[in-house]
């Protein structure tokens, strides 16, 4: 459209408007970088279509591209802020795991509870009961969960089917809610989750060998990242590093769940391979996470989960200041899943990362927008409000950045706007 073309909406007299603009274009926001992009104060967003084209401060506002069809949206007092990016989260599930929480609430483990046959493996069974229609059901229910709290680009990772058919079903399921509702919906390939009863007798390293020769073929065009969950029960370091390896090959990206509670190297493996994000990082020391850095030249993405210690009631937190000192971008999910966070509410997870993990308004803001889109692959489109990326923008009925991780678990939401349209 012509750049005199009259804009298709408005928000305006914002407060403050939070635009992540000013970074690196070829790098996510990482040290002072993550508090250093600006705030317009009193100013205004405007869109043409489904794209942001102009944003400023109210008194630089082209009044000659307002027309009778432009929609105002009236900001005062208001933030006004990039959308919500959830870049981990497992939405495509059958059933639940309320009765485990009342076994954590007794003192068994996640890691008891996992071994006994629970945990993961209780959501598999589950999850293959269920049929696709129920599981898009539950999908899309949880994505309007998310909308109402300001999520419009979203990771949804498998890994709850463990076996050919059920696993490429919930990347379909994934994809199909996607279509049929507004929020952005990219899926990740987690058959690499734990290992099924199916292999229990031929070990991690059979089962890996599976999934690289009847599955990832599958999913070319379907999933863009690999993921995979290096832990004590789960999968050792070196088969880690092994599908990772020939993930690689096969041309997808790549992402683990690694050092959650234990420290098994499995972060820094995983940077050293070139990938996009390390997720979890609850054990990561400092050190390694300045090696990360380094070795990744800033690229590979933190993905800090504060909500799920908090859940699990463990009292180690990743080292969310010592890593943003060190010049690890880091990123803030919920890691919504039924079994060590069923919470939608990444607001309460910001507040959770400054309160437990050194994170200041102003880098908890960024790292749920701009480097949560930088962690799957989306910074292109979302994360930030500059002109040529989708007009997904939020209005909240706060008045400033520093109220938002203030107001503990209350959603601040006002206003939704995805691609445009409010």
Known sequence: MPDSAPYSLLIQHAAQ??????AAPDRPLAGPALSG????????????????????AMNELNLARL???????????CVVMPGLVECHTHLVFGGNRADEFERKLRGESYLDILASGGGILSTVRATRAASEAELLENALHHLEGFRRYGIT???????YGLDRDTELRLVRVAREAGHRQPVR??????????????????????YIDFLLREVLSDLKGEAAFVDIFCEQGAFPLDVARYYLEQ???????????????HDLGGCEMAAELGATSVDHCDYLTPAAA??????????????LLPLVPLFLRQEKYAAGRE????????AVSTDFNPGSCPSKNLWLALSVACLKMGLTPKEAVAAATLNAAWAIGQQHDCGSLEPGKRADVLVLNVGSVAEIPYWLGENPMRDVVIGGQH
């Open 67 to 77: 027309g009778p069809e432009t929609r105002l949206i009236d900001a005062t007092g």
């Open 290 to 303: 300045a090696r990360i850095a380094k070795l990744s030249q800033g690229r590979t993405v933190a993905v």
């Open 323 to 330: 890593f943003i000192d060190n010049g690890l971008p880091v």
């Open 185 to 206: 919906v990219v899926p990740t390939f987690l058959g690499a989750h734990v290992v099924p009863p199916e292999f229990k007798e031929a070990g991690p390293r059979a």
């Open 247 to 261: 993930a690689h090959k096969m041309g997808f990206g790549l992402k683990i769940h690694a050092e959650q509670l």
């Open 153 to 159: 680009t979203l990771e949804a990772k498998s890994g």
């Open 37 to 56: 992009w600006t705030i317009i104060e009193r100013g205004y967003v405007a869109c043409l279509g489904d794209k942001i084209v102009a944003v400023g």
């Open 17 to 22: 408007v939070l635009t992540l603009a000013g």
